[in-house]
């Protein structure tokens, strides 16, 4: 049972931040397998699996499960499992330790579908000792977590290794955050990858050199659901590190063939289905309503990031936004950016998680009184095809070269900023 000291301190940060407090499944909810689950036996996510060696991963959390005695021996495993899954993707995607099978190790999905696994069955699991409707969402939640990343997220210590990239000794260490995103439109294609969470695991730990010094790069990937960034999601993983960091990106996959730097956030969820085919018809669900935005804005250097060059895809400063104007009544696109007064229907980054992610941390940026210290936005990968005539593969070179290609690129642009954030405030 969570101490009152923790609990007010959840409620705070709800207050601050604008977190939503999870609510109750009811026990058929918490069983029973999501939308997302029943994918998993689909032939693609099988053979993803089997070729990266993770497999492996939801038969041997099943046994460290039925090893528990107790809620607390079983939180501990959840929590000590995920982390541990986070871990071995991380290791696999740059380079360390077996890869387990003949599928690249930039590849993302691994990590997904064997989230998938777990969380299934976790949520089917009998113990031998009485688990309530609460305690089962507490277990899920803490696999959740952990295996995004969200809870080895370190930037307070500036010399930890992890097994990545040491970071040299000195206080001018920078301090880079970067999240990603799970695949999504899974019905549509049920081999996508997502080269955002595939950046996440490429830089997790790792370190960038800027013409500035280091810079050291912590990652967590969020899944493409409303109803965690209904309850806070967002804010709950990044409240404690916005005030430590230098600079953040957000990151997801976006137009074709192109990188887009998102100008202004939209406070306006457009419905279209998540991962679990629900859609959501709304503004974006803030504490504090009265006091909230309709838009956000970027930090990050965008005239520096589009002048440098990055990569082989063009970058754009986009600046676009779908308005109802001020005394309007129906959407008008304004390419030059929202006019004063108007009500947001979508933002650069449109109207999906994606921009809602954007706005969530800008937004928790702005209420934390960090706007003008710190640069911050939102980056839109191209999206990853498969190449030419490949319908049925779950990968081929082309697929591959993108998708690395891409992690490259996002790797150059954060470089960019940080290099251009420290030559303005020189």
């Known amino acids: 049972m969570r101490s009152l000291r923790a609990r007010i301190g959840v409620l705070g940060l709800a207050l601050l931040t604008g977190l939503t407090l999870p609510t109750t499944a009811t026990a058929a909810e918490e069983t029973a397998p999501t939308v997302e689950?029943?994918?998993?036996?689909?032939?693609?996510?099988?053979?993803?699996?089997?070729?990266?060696?993770?497999?492996?991963?939801?038969?041997?959390?099943?046994r460290v499960l039925d090893r528990a005695r107790s809620y607390?021996?079983?939180?501990?495993?959840?929590?000590?499992?995920?982390?541990?899954?986070?871990?071995?993707?991380?290791?696999?995607?740059?380079?360390?330790?077996?890869?387990?099978?003949?599928?690249?190790?930039?590849?993302?999905?691994?990590?997904?579908?064997?989230?998938?696994?777990?969380?299934?069955e976790l949520r089917s699991w009998e113990?031998?000792?009485?688990?309530?409707?609460?305690?089962?969402?507490?277990?899920?939640?803490?696999?959740?977590?952990t295996s995004r990343g969200q809870t080895t997220i370190l930037l307070h210590s500036r010399l930890r290794s992890s097994g990545g990239t040491p970071v040299?000794?000195?206080e001018d260490v920078k301090r880079i955050l970067v999240t990603g995103f799970d695949p999504f439109t899974l019905d549509r294609d049920i081999r996508i990858s997502n080269p955002s969470g595939a950046t996440a695991l490429a830089l997790d730990g790792t370190v960038i050199q800027?013409?500035?010094?280091?810079?050291?790069?912590?990652?967590?990937?969020?899944?493409?659901?409303?109803?965690?960034?209904?309850?806070?999601?967002?804010?709950?993983?990044?409240?404690?590190?916005?005030?430590?960091?230098?600079?953040?990106?957000?990151?997801?996959?976006?137009?074709?063939?192109?990188?887009?730097?998102e100008r202004t956030n939209g406070a306006w969820r457009g419905g279209f289905g998540d991962n679990e085919n629900i859609g959501r018809t709304e503004t974006v669900p803030v504490t504090d309503p009265a006091s909230q935005p309709q838009w956000t804005s970027t930090t990050l250097p965008y005239a520096e990031i589009v002048?440098?060059?990055?990569?082989?895809?063009?970058?754009?400063d986009n600046t676009s936004v779908t308005e109802i104007p001020a005394g309007g009544t129906g959407p008008v696109v304004r390419p030059e950016g929202p006019t004063p007064g108007s009500t947001a229907r979508a933002g650069g980054g449109g109207d999906y998680l994606s921009n809602e992610i954007a706005y969530r941390a800008t937004?928790?940026?702005?209420?934390l009184g960090l706007r003008d210290r710190l640069p911050g936005g939102h980056v839109h990968t191209p999206v990853l095809q498969f190449g030419a005539g490949n319908t049925t593969e779950v990968t081929d070179p082309e697929f591959?070269?993108?998708?690395?290609?891409?992690?490259?690129?996002?790797?150059?642009?954060?470089t960019a900023a940080v290099s251009a954030t420290e030559r303005t405030r020189g």
């Open 37 to 62: 689950e029943r994918r998993l036996d689909a032939a693609a996510p099988q053979e993803i699996l089997r070729r990266s060696g993770f497999d492996t991963v939801a038969p041997d959390f099943v």
């Open 72 to 120: 607390a021996q079983a939180r501990r495993a959840v929590a000590r499992e995920g982390t541990e899954l986070w871990r071995r993707a991380v290791d696999r995607a740059q380079g360390r330790g077996p890869a387990g099978g003949d599928l690249s190790r930039d590849d993302d999905r691994p990590l997904y579908w064997a989230r998938l696994g777990m969380t299934r």
């Open 127 to 145: 113990p031998g000792f009485p688990v309530s409707e609460q305690q089962r969402a507490r277990l899920l939640d803490e696999l959740e977590r």
């Open 168 to 170: 040299p000794r000195g």
């Open 210 to 261: 800027t013409a500035d010094g280091p810079a050291r790069v912590e990652t967590a990937v969020f899944p493409v659901r409303w109803r965690d960034f209904t309850q806070g999601a967002v804010e709950r993983a990044l409240r404690p590190y916005l005030p430590e960091v230098d600079l953040f990106a957000t990151v997801s996959q976006g137009r074709v063939g192109r990188f887009d730097i």
């Open 307 to 316: 002048a440098a060059d990055t990569g082989r895809f063009p970058v754009y």
């Open 363 to 367: 937004l928790l940026r702005d209420r």
């Open 400 to 414: 591959v070269r993108n998708r690395l290609d891409i992690i490259d690129q996002v790797r150059a642009i954060v």
